[in-house]
């Protein structure tokens, strides 16, 4: 029999707290986040790449969790969907999702959510049909795609408004 | 997932001794393939060398206009690059046509050219396959095949290539970078990945232990008269039935050179230097297309599932060709064909 193996120790800064965390090679980051720590917004749909409810923000860009091995992202910072809220007070794309009333079930809901945010940063996204496009890693089953394009692009129009008033 | 140790290479000396101290070990990049295989007990490494901090994640001007990206550049990085947008538009396009958002901020440049078919029977460990365990056979001959090859299979294997980044790639000539435990290499894009043969569990002439450094892709110069074009079950987040990458060098409304590679049909982007050289000084009208794309798919093998794909490839030239004549490159947000 193969010896077994130890545990890495990572450091990880999730949603603005630091973390020292022991870590098997094999453990990726969603196990991690949902079973160890208990932050169970992150969801699980797939395990595979191909729904997008797992996504995080992982040094400010989304991925999905469940095809990262936490091992891997040792001194990275991680922002779930429990991080998104600042001081008590929703992300702007979270009070847009509710206005807009972007969600049926709520399951693929904080991917949606963490896309949105990731989407914002990179910038690549004006059009509802730019927003379709790079929002196509994140499926709904429940199929309320016409209400999430419609709060991204609120929370974009606010995002520039905010911009030109900082100007 | 089985169980596996780990290594963080601080070099690539470090990787390429960390791989070869293993009798099993795997480079892991951005994990977006191998981890799912993993999941599957398709890939069972016993030990990983992770290759991310490793300095190979720039794009840097080489000789000649010639690019040179690093085999950790991030496809989300190199899709955006300003040069490549500028530059090398093929390649932007198709980088943005694969996958989704968040696997292009993972996957790497490195292995995305390694990632391997997604026949649905390589996946599956409980059903036989030749490329996953050599002489169990090939169940996808008889089976669902609707995705699979019509260019260059052999009765061993008839799975394709995934990759959208590969085709532009091919039509651009690119050459990959190597080193390894005996040394340094250069491969010509078009002896990077291989046909099945009687030797399906090898997708490509990378050795063992051999490491992607970077991929150098030479000046094009079709201007605006490119495209690629992809074709899939649904507009985004599918991999492609058919897709076709096209460069024209163009005088006037005749043709002085061309470039077609295609995706879907075979288990390497597939080019035919013959079907580009009768395009050759050949006026751009869909009749000059029509006779590459004839050419180019003379050879196509039906299965029992995947007839379509001939017709659908055969009309897939036509309309890449006939875009890229007219400078109207396919637009990878609005999905109309035009
Ligand atoms: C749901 C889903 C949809 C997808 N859709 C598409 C699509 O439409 N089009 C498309 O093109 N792709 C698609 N992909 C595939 C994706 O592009 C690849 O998985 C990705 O490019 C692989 O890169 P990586 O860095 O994550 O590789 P990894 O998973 O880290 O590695 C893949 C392989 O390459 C080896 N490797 C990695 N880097 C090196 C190196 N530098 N030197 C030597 N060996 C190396 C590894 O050992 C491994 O065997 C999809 C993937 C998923 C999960
Ligand atoms: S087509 Fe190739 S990968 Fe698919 S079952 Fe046959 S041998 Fe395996
Ligand atoms: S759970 Fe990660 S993409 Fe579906
Ligand atoms: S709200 Fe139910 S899956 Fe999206």
Known sequence: MAPPIAPHTIDLTINGTAHRLDVAPWTTLLDLLREDLKLTGTKKGCDHGQCGACTVLVDGKRVNSCLTLAVMKDGATVTTVEGLARNGQLHPVQEAFIARDAFQCGYCTPGQLCSAVGLMAEGHAHSAEEIRELMSGNLCRCGAYANIVAAVQDALAAQSTQREAAE | ?338
């Open chain 2, 1 to 338: 997932m089985n169980r596996f140790g780990y290594t963080r290479a601080g070099s690539v000396a470090e990787a390429i001794q960390a791989f070869a101290a293993h009798p099993d070990a795997r480079f892991i990049a951005g994990g977006t393939n191998l981890v799912d295989l993993m999941k599957y007990d398709v890939e069972t490494p016993d030990h990983l060398v992770d290759i991310t901090r490793l300095p190979l994640d720039q794009v840097e001007d080489g000789t000649d206009g010639a690019l040179r990206v690093g085999a950790l550049v991030g496809n989300a990085d190199l899709a955006y690059d300003r040069r490549v947008q500028e530059r090398f538009p093929l390649l932007a396009s198709a980088l943005l046509a694969g996958a989704s958002p968040q696997l292009r901020n993972m996957a790497t440049t490195g292995g995305n050219l390694l990632q391997r078919t997604r026949c649905h029977y390589f996946y599956d460990p409980a059903t036989p396959c030749n490329k996953r365990e050599p002489g169990t056979g090939c169940p996808a001959i008889q089976g669902v095949n609707r995705n699979h090859a019509i260019l260059g299979t052999s009765e061993r294997c008839i799975a394709t290539h995934p990759s959208d980044l590969c085709v532009a790639l091919a039509a651009l000539e690119a050459t990959v970078l190597v080193t390894g435990p005996n040394g340094d290499r250069r491969i010509p894009f078009a002896e990077f990945h291989r046909l099945p043969d009687d030797r399906p569990e090898i997708d490509t002439t990378l050795a063992p232990g051999e490491l992607i450094t970077a991929v150098e892709i030479p000046a094009a110069d079709f201007g605006a008269h490119h495209t690629y074009l992809k074709l899939r079950d649904r507009h985004s987040y599918a991999f492609a039935l058919v897709s076709v990458a096209a460069g024209l060098a163009m005088d006037g409304g005749r043709i002085v050179r061309a470039r077609l590679a295609l995706g879907g049909v075979a288990h390497k982007p597939w080019r035919d230097p013959a079907a580009e050289a009768l395009l050759s000084g050949q006026p751009a009208t869909d009749d000059s297309f029509r006779k590459a794309a004839d050419h180019l798919l003379s050879g196509a093998v039906p299965r029992s599932g995947n007839g379509f794909k001939i017709a659908l490839a055969r009309r897939a030239i036509v309309r890449a060709l006939r875009q890229a004549a007219a400078g109207t490159p396919q637009s990878q947000t609005d999905k109309r064909i035009q």
